[in-house]
């Protein structure tokens, strides 16, 4: 797991991967959000490019699924899937851009967007959950599902935190 500083390019690089996704989604996507610590100025990350795709419903999955494929995307199965399908692209190493599709309107949406939102507002707080993801970025070193998986997790509790606040 790698945490880097901030770079200026990433929302250049959303901007440009949410006009690729809006022009083979269309109107299926009724929102493209940038989202996670790279959508936050100022915030080391991991340098992965997190997308929120909204979509009117999740199923049938293959209304959004088959022109995410078609730029490259592959559902990676979850037991999250009920509430937010994850998709990457496993052609590019390391992984640059993952997308996650949420029901508009939906609780994953607005959390999602919430604590982005109250990271860009409170300057503070951003600093301190910087903080947190650099211990658990040496905590959890390796590039694995798991150890990815154990760094999100591990996250969880500030989130829950932030939210509440």
């Known amino acids: 797991m790698i945490v880097v500083p901030y770079d200026a390019g990433w929302p250049a690089a959303f901007d440009l991967e949410r006009a690729r996704i809006r022009a083979a989604l269309g109107d299926v996507a009724l929102r493209i959000d940038h989202h996670g610590s790279t959508a936050v100025l100022g915030l080391a990350a991991k340098p992965i490019i997190d997308i929120q795709i909204s979509v009117a419903r999740l199923q049938p999955m293959n209304a959004?699924?088959?022109?995410?494929?078609?730029?490259?995307?592959?559902?990676?199965?979850?037991?999250?899937?009920?509430?937010?399908?994850?998709?990457?692209?496993?052609?590019?190493?390391?992984?640059?851009?993952?997308?996650?599709?949420?029901?508009?309107?939906g609780e994953?949406?607005?959390?999602?967007?919430?604590?982005?939102?109250?990271?860009?507002?409170?300057?503070?707080?951003?600093?301190?959950?910087?903080?947190?993801?650099?211990?658990?970025?040496?905590?959890?070193?390796?590039?694995d599902h798991d150890a990815q998986q154990a760094y999100s997790d591990a996250k969880t509790e500030f989130i829950e935190r932030a939210l509440r606040a």
């Open 64 to 105: 959004y699924a088959a022109a995410l494929e078609q730029l490259g995307y592959v559902h990676l199965p979850h037991a999250d899937d009920a509430r937010c399908p994850f998709f990457h692209r496993p052609g590019e190493w390391p992984h640059t851009h993952h997308v996650h599709v949420v029901e508009a309107g």
């Open 108 to 143: 994953e949406e607005r959390r999602t967007l919430a604590f982005r939102d109250c990271l860009r507002a409170q300057p503070e707080l951003a600093r301190e959950y910087e903080a947190l993801k650099h211990r658990l970025a040496s905590r959890f070193s390796g590039t």
